[in-house]
């Protein structure tokens, strides 16, 4: 059975702090991506990645950093984190030439 | 720019049908896919259009019209558990799999 998992499920940091978010999938896929969802606002891509070692920037990257040191781990990193970071964050991956994206629960974060 | 408009609701009842629309602005556009998601839950795949023309998953199916810039979801035989957020999502660009999403249509099914 795919599997997408983070870290956490529920997060509250505070303002200045650096956050580390963890996203495991076990399906060797190549591609994996980071977005947030915010009400009305649909899901928003941040970052994503499509081999270890390479990232690219999605449509909101402002304020975040990604890693991926190995083909299984791609990390969103909040380096001084804001309020308006606060956020539902969803992490997803695909396989090389398929159309379907598997999202991970979700992390919510709290930033106050 | 890039977009996706989708009206933000619809509620029917058991057994109706619902079609929820989307338009689209992307470019380097070759493909649209559909989500769902439950409150509390993950999006999961429902389907997708890369060629104009009809798709059909069981009580759901999804459409594609290039020359139009649009797609729709139609949710047939509607029951309680499609209760949910469903998202149209473009597939364009110069990126392998990088994703556009609507901004979502909650679906409200009553009894």
């Known amino acids: 059975d795919v599997k997408v998992t983070q870290s956490s499920r529920y997060l509250v940091k505070r303002t200045g702090e650096k956050v580390f978010l963890e996203c495991v999938q076990d399906?060797?896929?190549?591609?994996m991506f980071w977005y947030r969802q915010d009400p009305g606002l649909g899901l928003r891509l941040i970052y994503f990645?499509?081999?270890?070692?390479?990232?690219e920037k999605g449509d909101i990257p402002e304020g975040y950093s990604v890693s991926r040191e190995k083909k299984e781990r791609f990390s969103l990193i909040l380096e001084s984190a804001s309020t308006n970071q606060t956020s539902m964050y969803l992490c997803?991956?695909?396989?090389?030439?398929?159309?379907?994206?598997?999202f991970g629960p979700g992390t919510r974060l709290t930033v106050t | 720019g890039q977009s996706l408009e989708q009206p933000s609701e619809v509620t029917a009842v058991e057994g109706a049908i619902v079609q929820i629309n989307c338009t689209y602005q992307t470019s380097g556009f070759y493909g649209l896919s559909w989500y769902q998601q439950h409150d509390g839950g993950a999006p999961t795949f429902l389907s997708y259009n890369g060629l104009d023309g009809l798709e059909e998953t069981g009580r759901f199916s999804s459409f594609l019209s290039r020359s139009d810039s649009y797609g729709y979801l139609l949710l047939q035989e509607l029951q309680m558990k499609d209760s949910a957020s469903y998202f149209c999502?473009?597939?364009?660009?110069?990126?392998?799999?990088?994703?556009?999403f609507g901004a979502g249509t909650q679906v409200v099914v009553t009894p």
């Open positions: 999502a473009s597939h364009g660009g110069d990126s392998w799999g990088k994703l556009q």
């Open positions: 997803a991956s695909l396989g090389q030439g398929a159309h379907e994206q598997y």
């Open positions: 990645s499509y081999d270890v070692k390479m990232k």
């Open positions: 399906m060797d896929h190549e591609n």
